[in-house]
């Protein structure tokens, strides 16, 4: 058994993952609800000839460094900038993905986001556990998405994804993507291609469905948010740092923007040394106006085993000596 290389996987996985590298990879596995403090985890990549990387896990030039005998990383991710990967090229290190099977779930959260937010969900379920429910008043009135225009910023598998279960719900579909000439034929008859600047001007949703990049931190600034119609809401299932948390809550604050809706924040961006260490105070207090949400973009039982499976066939490949499944890299050794 010793003989065989050792996988790291850094968070709690489903049982029937680890099983995946049986006569192939001794496992060291966290099995706790928190990512191992940083020495930890250190300690535990020492050895090791693959790991499987999760959200929390900042992967640079320190950790790479630790790990002289590692051949892959297996993300169990979509977006990967909490992962240096020009830096683990140069070590010989494969980098993979789970490129798609993120999709939908997200796609389905910015729904229920834009649903919770705008119809004032969680300030009823809110109401009725603290006061009791004494039957109709007139209040909660919010924005129900029939009928309103919805841009979407971003529009690779995610943005057409959204734009594909909002097909239904009898609204004006607006999408920008920097890199896109033309919508895609099977949305061409319901979605309209606009410029960031229309997009922000006309919309009473604006939904986030991009990645992390030095070109898209903070698209979303205090000049972004004053471009946007007085009362919009603002729905971000993508990455926190897309958007300027602070400039945000100055608006919401303002009565300028309508409401924000999050499934992610800015301090959870590993890749950005100037973090900030919490949620900005501000939103948390906005209750009325606010929906935030753990990260559970991709909480899906069935979704989340077939990533970490994915994941792990692409370590096994890597550790047997073949090219893994979905690498976004040629390592150079």
Partial sequence: MMDLPLVVLTNRTFPETRILFDGVARVIANDGEEPWPRDVLLA?????????????????????????????????????????????????????????????????????????????????????????????????????????????????????????????????????????????????????????????????????????????????????VAAMKRGALLVNPARGSLVDESAVADAILSGHLGGYAADVFECEDWARPDRPAVIDERLMAAVEKTVLTPHIGSAVVDVRREIEASAARSIVEALQGRVPTFAINFPRD
Wanted: net charge negative.
């Fill in 44 to 224: 535990h990549c020492r050895d090791a000839a693959g790991i499987m990387a999760f959200m929390p896990d900042q992967i640079d030039d320190e950790f790479l460094d630790n790990c002289s005998k590692l051949t892959i990383i297996g993300a169990a991710l979509k977006g990967f900038d909490n992962i240096d990967v020009e830096a683990a090229s140069k070590r010989g290190v494969w980098v993979t993905i789970c490129p798609d099977l993120l999709t939908i779930p997200t796609a389905e959260l910015a729904i229920g986001l834009m649903l919770a937010l705008g119809r004032n969900m969680l300030t009823g379920d809110r109401e009725i556990r603290q006061q009791g429910f004494h039957g109709w008043r007139p209040r909660h009135y919010g924005a129900g998405i029939d009928g309103s225009v919805v841009g979407i910023l971003g529009f690779g598998k995610v943005g057409q994804a959204i734009a594909a279960r909002l097909c239904g719900f009898g609204c004006q579909i607006l999408a920008h993507d920097s890199e896109l000439a033309s919508i895609p034929a099977h949305l061409s008859d319901n979605v309209k291609l606009a410029t960031r600047e229309e997009l922000l001007n006309t919309s009473d949703f604006v939904v986030l469905a991009l990645p992390l990049l030095a070109s898209t931190k903070y698209i979303i600034d205090a000049g972004a």
